[in-house]
């Protein structure tokens, strides 16, 4: 019960704090896909840890959609989403709080 609660609680930080440096770029530079993958891949240090959540993402798709059908879960697709737009930050722990949610109620009383 106490995991349910803390991944939700990353879930809300993994949103936040991603977003407080993407929408900022957003803003000054609209959506300039060219721009993001420049900036990203603009030294090896950036460039490793932008391949590292790339495959981190792949990794989870790959997780949610085993998992999500073997736990019976819907709309798998929003944490594809979720991960798309946000980050893995976000999509993992909001996944897994969900997984939880599903594995209480599946618990006999």
Request: aromatic fraction near 14%; charged fraction near 10%.
């Amino acid at each position: 019960m106490i995991m349910q609660w803390l991944y939700l609680l990353l879930a809300i930080v993994g949103a936040i704090v991603p977003l407080s440096y993407l929408l900022p770029f957003l803003l000054a530079h609209n959506f300039d896909v060219t721009l993001l993958f420049k900036q990203l891949f603009e030294n090896n240090v950036s460039a490793g840890f932008g391949l590292d959540v790339v495959i981190s993402a792949l990794v989870l798709f790959a997780f949610v959609s085993s998992e999500g059908k073997r736990r019976g879960m819907g709309n798998l697709w929003a944490y594809v989403v979720c991960t798309l737009t946000v980050g893995v930050s976000f999509g993992l722990p909001l996944f897994l709080f969900f997984r939880e949610l599903k594995l209480s109620a599946a618990k006999p009383a």
